[in-house]
């Protein structure tokens, strides 16, 4: 998998100065240490990065991929995908805004008989909320993230290519999805959906382990 030139920043500095913190890391490079939780997770799923508590990040690479990251590889989407959390494009902002408080996640899916059409994140339903809307008779159609502008993937993807999505486009949740040709028109059954938090649920469960 090629990584990001961030990614390849990091482990520059682990490689020269490890063991280091994700603090001192995230000075290096002038950024939050929230802004590199997932660079570091994935770098961590791949092997090539290693950590201890309270010692910090220190680079394996040229050790080969440790036990946990050989595990990581082998768990595809379909695994681990949770429970699409999902409202149709007449539903208002008003029932959105519960629908995703209510279910706990950031991002609400936008569907219509079970394909995609679009979604919404918090970032979306507070700048629409914050504005001169009525929040009962605004339908979620009218903020929502088209198709077209939206990066999902599919049931046989790998965990790891999942998250590398996830860092490169700066989300925190992929569809899940089948393509479906209903003659020269594509359209997108939702399956599921993936998060940092379902990655970083697997992670804890080999921690555990």
Known sequence: MQLTNRQEQIVEIVKNDGPITGKVIASRLDVTRSALRSD????T?????????????YFVGNQGVNPVASEVKQYKVHDVMA???????????????VTMFTEDVGTVLICEEGF?????????????????????????????T???????????????????????????CLPVLEEVLEGNRKRYKVLGRISKTTITKLLLEFAQE
């Open 83 to 97: 429970q699409a959390v999902a409202v149709g494009p007449t539903t208002n902002l008003y029932d959105t805004i």
């Open 45 to 57: 799923m791949m092997g090539l990065l290693d950590a201890r508590p309270k010692v910090g990040y």
């Open 116 to 144: 995609l059409v679009g979604l919404v994140s918090r970032k979306d339903l507070l700048r629409a909320a914050l504005g001169k809307n009525d929040p009962k008779s605004m339908p979620i159609s009218m903020i929502m």
């Open 146 to 172: 088209p198709t077209s502008k939206i990066i999902g993937c599919s049931a046989d993807d790998a965990v790891v290519e999942a998250a590398q999505h996830m860092v490169d486009y700066e989300v925190d």
């Open 40 to 43: 570091l997770t994935v770098l």
